[in-house]
């Protein structure tokens, strides 16, 4: 990234925290862990496209500057202004989410141990898309298992951002001006010999005893 391009992402992404925390008071509740600049994994629920800005804009700068959200390849390369606000403002981590880019030559998840290697934190959707349905969380994918069992000492930190599905509504481009919050929980690790289905439930299990309680209902 040239100079004048860094300086301009700088200051997007100052725009974009700014915007949020005006239009919505978004405001992060630390309730599992304190808010130290450690390297983890967040992982959090999915319902907007709203979701990622807001839990990035609720965080400390100094924590804000090293995470970076896990994000799909085929949405922010779409066109030129998604491919600078993506790439460059929120250093997103891309993964190619085609079938037919999953090979023995190309590990979408290579991508992702890299960046945890480079010593970044990282934030995750683990139900892998938008949840449109009237359940709290659809079905976690692999990754995230896969992730704690490479990286064992990093933290998993379940996430959980509310009220965002009313301020922005499907369809919608402009935020309404709504409280939101967005819920830090205690760290979670991969047990000694857990399973892929038994690790991936505790983990939703853990999300979801975030949510307000007419979530969970």
């Known amino acids: 990234m040239t100079l004048p391009r860094k300086f301009a992402a700088k200051i997007v992404g100052q725009a974009i925290a ?8 978004v ?9 130290v600049n450690k390297q983890r ?5 999915h319902v907007s496209n709203a979701d990622m800005p807001m839990i990035w804009s609720c ?15 085929d949405y922010w390369l779409k066109n030129k202004l998604r491919a600078f606000v993506g790439p ?9 989410r085609r079938p037919e880019a999953r090979d023995e030559n190309h590990d979408p998840m290579q991508n992702i141990l890299d960046a945890l290697d480079a010593g970044s934190s990282l934030l995750i959707f683990p139900e ?13 994918k692999a990754g995230l298992f896969n992730m704690g069992l490479a990286r064992p000492d990093v933290d998993l930190v379940p996430t959980w951002i509310a009220n965002v599905t009313e301020i922005m509504p499907k369809g919608e481009v402009i935020p309404l001006p709504l409280i939101c919050t967005v819920t830090f929980g205690a760290p979670l690790h991969v047990g000694d010999g857990e399973s892929k289905d038994a690790f991936l439930q505790r983990a939703s299990d853990a ?9 969970r209902l």
């Not at 700014?18 to 008071?25: C, G, M, S």
């Not at 994994?41 to 629920?45: H, P, S, T």
């Not at 460059?88 to 190619?96: A, R």
């Open 41 to 45: 994994v967040y992982f959090a629920n």
């Open 59 to 73: 965080m400390p700068p100094n924590i804000r500057r090293n995470v970076r959200p896990v994000a799909a390849a």
């Open 128 to 140: 892998g898309h938008r949840n449109m349905t009237e359940d709290p969380l659809l079905p976690f």
């Open 27 to 35: 405001r992060a509740d630390w309730q599992g862990i304190e808010p």
């Open 18 to 25: 700014l915007f949020a925390r005006f239009i919505t008071a």
């Open 207 to 215: 999300l979801v005893g975030l949510a307000p309680k007419d979530v």
């Open 88 to 96: 460059e403002v929120f250093n997103c981590v891309l993964v190619d």
